[in-house]
């Protein structure tokens, strides 16, 4: 029995590295990466926190997409060129916006990026209670008929079931 546990757990464990071993890939191409490991690991910490505008979910880094290319390699352009941190995204955003970012700055034009979340969880509240004190209707609970209804029934049934 021992033995037999020992070996699910190992295959558990393969299933769960296969499964999770294509999400821990970066998509960053060996002819981007800089020749400079500090400069490398700043395009790398920039790219991070910039959205890949065709995938939308996913930082620059984690996507195959070639606009997400493009633009890790514009990042590391501007860090070739002397930009620092601040400058580079900057650059970036001018470019193509705040949405670009994966977590954009709280500002009127991002207002609804921010609020939405907000305004949908008390909106299903607001639902769920709205449902939870809806009069119940019983099954076998019906309104009495209309005396036109009643004569019609009488008509359709005949006098014998009044």
């Known amino acids: 029995m021992m033995r037999r546990r020992g070996s699910m757990v190992r295959w558990m464990i393969a299933v769960l590295a296969a499964v999770a071993l294509p999400f821990a890939a970066q998509a960053v191409q060996p002819d981007e990466i800089l020749p400079d490991g500090v400069q490398e690991s700043r395009a790398r910490a920039l790219s991070a ?14 996507s195959d997409a070639p606009l997400a290319r493009d633009l890790r390699l514009l990042v590391r352009e ?7 941190d601040k400058a580079v995204m900057n650059y970036v955003v001018a470019r193509y ?13 991002t207002l609804i990026l921010w609020l939405s979340p907000l305004a949908l969880l008390l909106g299903g509240i607001w639902m769920g209670r709205k449902a939870m004190r809806a009069p119940k209707v019983e099954a076998g609970a019906a309104a009495p008929l209309t005396d036109a209804e009643r004569a019609r029934l009488d008509e359709l049934l005949g006098p014998t079931h009044s």
């Open 49 to 62: 926190g910039l959205r890949c505008l065709v995938c939308q979910n996913q930082s620059i880094d984690d």
């Open 97 to 109: 916006g705040d949405f670009v970012l994966l977590k954009p700055p709280l500002k009127p034009s």
């Open 78 to 84: 501007r860090i070739k060129a002397g930009d620092d």
